[in-house]
């Protein structure tokens, strides 16, 4: 289900969505891993065996690691990248469309930009009239 969030209410969201976006990087890491694994270790070159049972567990990550950002974005968030930690929440200024900006790290929302705009184009939410924010 798709809405629009307010600052409020995507603050509120925070906590649980960082704990998904962990989720999600950890289930990278493991993907990650596996594949490693998989490319480098001769065993897995020399016997049928060992290849397919290697293979089966990659694929079981690579679903995994899907499943955690389909749980992940059915909070209403979108994911902009992984590797660098962002995520975006849709609301509303002056009734337009914009993002609530989240970087990893960060406890609360403290930037926003427009809807065209990456990461580049963030601004301090302080910057705006919060009653603005809807």
């Known amino acids: 289900m798709f809405s629009h969030f307010t600052l409020e209410q995507a ?6 969505v960082i704990q998904k976006f962990n ?3 950890d ?10 694994d998989f490319e480098t270790n001769p065993k897995y070159m020399a016997s049928f065996k060992d290849y397919i049972i290697k293979k089966q ?3 079981s990550a690579i679903t995994s690691f899907y499943k955690s950002i389909e749980d992940l974005e059915a909070t209403g968030v979108s994911v902009k990248s992984i590797d660098q930690g962002l995520l975006d929440f849709p609301s509303l200024m002056f009734n337009e469309e914009i993002w609530l900006c989240w970087k990893q790290g960060e406890t609360v929302i403290k930037f926003w930009h427009g809807k ?5 184009g963030r601004k ?6 919060l009653e603005k924010l809807r």
Do not use: H, T, Y
């Open 27 to 36: 289930a990278k890491n493991e993907v990650v891993r596996i594949q490693s």
């Open 11 to 16: 603050n509120k969201l925070l906590p649980s």
């Open 57 to 59: 567990e990659l694929n």
């Open 124 to 129: 301090p939410i302080e910057s705006v009239d």
């Open 116 to 120: 065209d705009e990456g990461f580049n």
């Open 23 to 25: 989720a999600v990087v």
